[in-house]
Structures are given as structure tokens and as C-alpha cells.
């Protein structure tokens, strides 16, 4: 693991090619993000980035306790979806957010991307 901050740790744990309809190939990289203490308030999870670039191809985390301030969400986790236009740009195209909540027991989907 690799420091990012004095309170995050980071690796990188996979790549992976896009290949494009025009013939051009995407190399992405997935880091692997954790707080360096399990009581911070941080995000736990992976962004997935354009190696050429470093944008953001996707990412997926979920949020510590810490990072949590309403005591009635159990987990909060989010995964953002972003989709290569005219071949320069990373725009959003799916996201999705999930919520646990203590008294319901189940998993709320909220998609944003409607």
C-alpha cells in the first residue's frame, strides 16, 4: 500500500483494456482505497482510471461508519459509471446509489442517472 494522505492507503489490485469500436484500446488501472484507521470517516473501495490519462472510468466505494453522520444508515455505497464520448471525454452515464437503513433491514436503490 501506497500513502495517499496521512489517513489513506492505496494499491493498485487489476488492469484491464477497453477495446473500442474504432479500434482504439483504453488501458484502465483499479486502485484499492481504505482508511489507514477503521474508525475515520473515509470511503473504502476502487476508482478505476484511464492509465493515459487518469480519468475516472468508474468507481465504486462504500462509506465507513465515520463517514456516515445520519445513525439510521447501516451502509452507504456508491457506484459511478462514466462512458468514453467522441473518444476524449469520460461523461457520467450511470450511477447508482445504495441505502441500508436500520429500520427497514433492506437496500433502497436510488438511480440518478433518470
Known amino acids: 500500500m501506497r500513502?495517499?494522505?496521512?489517513?489513506?492507503?492505496?494499491?493498485l489490485v487489476d488492469s484491464l483494456a477497453l477495446s473500442l469500436p474504432n479500434g482504439r484500446r483504453v488501458e484502465v488501472y483499479e486502485l484499492l482505497l481504505r482508511p489507514r484507521a477503521d474508525d475515520a470517516p473515509a470511503m473504502v473501495g476502487?476508482?478505476?482510471?484511464?492509465r493515459e490519462t487518469g480519468d475516472v472510468v468508474r468507481l465504486a466505494v462504500t462509506f465507513t461508519r465515520a463517514a456516515v453522520l445520519d445513525a439510521?444508515?447501516?451502509?452507504?455505497?456508491?457506484?459511478?459509471e462514466n462512458l468514453l464520448v467522441e473518444g476524449r471525454y469520460w461523461l457520467p452515464f450511470r450511477q447508482q446509489l445504495e441505502v441500508?437503513?436500520?429500520e427497514i433491514g433492506g437496500p433502497e436503490y436510488v438511480d440518478l442517472a433518470d
Open 46 to 50: 476502487s476508482p478505476y482510471l484511464a
Open 3 to 11: 500513502c495517499v494522505g496521512p489517513k489513506a492507503a492505496r494499491a
Open 100 to 102: 441500508v437503513r436500520k
Open 72 to 80: 439510521r444508515i447501516e451502509r452507504l455505497s456508491l457506484v459511478l
